[in-house]
């Protein structure tokens, strides 16, 4: 997965579990979801063409992964999308859901540097570094070592981190602690992370975080590909393990998803 794009994050929808059509006409029948921003705009696309198709009143609030688990388990909600799969605890809080892969995206590291016009190459170790509050300025040595170059101005780092329950910080976080122990100490894996106080700022959904980062000089911050392009925003080449610098686009996901057995045979309770 590491050998063609940065970050792979599956998107699984966990639940279509509370509709009950069988004496009722389509039209007669509302199916709502929650979860991932990551997939959103995904969703969006295919919710008119569902309901134009089938006649069903078919309807997804992009509220994070974790919220997403969250109100599939309360049954709030008839299904649920995360970039995470569900724990032991959630699958049997759940009691009956069902994940089901079903589509395929990268979360990316975008920033905000003036004064650098080119593409800026990161590794694994200087990113757990920048999020862990160790590096703090743009014109660090590990910084300038990866991008002999460019000239990076005198300026402060703001890593920029989801406060929501997020699947790209699942993927984001199960990266970076598999190359860096004190992150893996410190912050964990998981849709909700325990970033060190005082390093950064925080933003909800993949929208919030491409708002911060457009607004804020010297701002970095993991979001979905999806939300790189429409907010103008530059990506960052990461260091993959053969030693190159690989971007998040999708012929690096397809290669990075070709890497990996088929998601739908290792997906709980698939």
């Not at 300038?144 to 780092?157: H, S, V, Y």
């Not at 933003?203 to 590909?225: E, R």
Request: charged share 10%.
């Amino acid at each position: 997965m590491r050998t063609k794009t940065i970050f792979l994050a599956f998107a699984a929808v966990l639940g279509l579990l509370a509709v009950s059509a069988a004496s009722a006409k389509s039209s007669d029948v509302a199916i709502s979801g929650s979860g991932s921003s990551l997939v959103n705009p995904l969703v969006q696309q295919f919710v008119p063409a569902v309901g134009s198709a089938y006649g069903y009143t078919l309807s997804y609030a992009s509220v994070g992964s974790g919220t997403g688990i969250a109100n599939i388990i309360a049954r709030t909600y008839d299904f649920g999308a995360s970039d995470a799969p569900l724990t032991t605890t959630q699958a049997q809080q759940c009691n009956g859901c069902v994940e089901i892969p079903w589509a395929l995206s990268a979360t990316t590291l975008s920033y905000n540097i003036t004064g650098v016009p080119n593409q800026i190459h990161l590794d694994g170790a200087t990113i757990a570094k920048i999020f862990l509050g160790q590096i703090t300025n743009w014109n660090d040595p590990a910084i300038k070592r990866l991008n002999p170059r460019l000239m990076f101005p005198n300026l402060a780092i703001t890593p920029v981190h989801r406060s929501d329950g997020s699947g790209d910080t699942y993927a984001f976080t199960d990266y970076l602690a598999k190359i860096n122990g004190a992150f893996a100490n410190q912050v964990g894996v998981n849709t909700t992370a325990n970033w060190p106080a005082g390093v950064g700022t925080a933003a909800s959904g993949n929208a919030g975080i491409a708002s911060v980062i457009s607004s804020t000089p010297g701002a970095i911050g993991y979001l979905s590909a999806a939300y790189t392009l429409p907010n103008h925003l530059k990506v960052a080449a990461v260091k993959n393990a053969a030693g190159g610098f690989a971007t998040p686009g999708l012929r690096g996901i397809a290669a990075a998803a070709a890497a990996f057995p088929n998601p739908a045979s290792t997906a709980n309770g698939v």
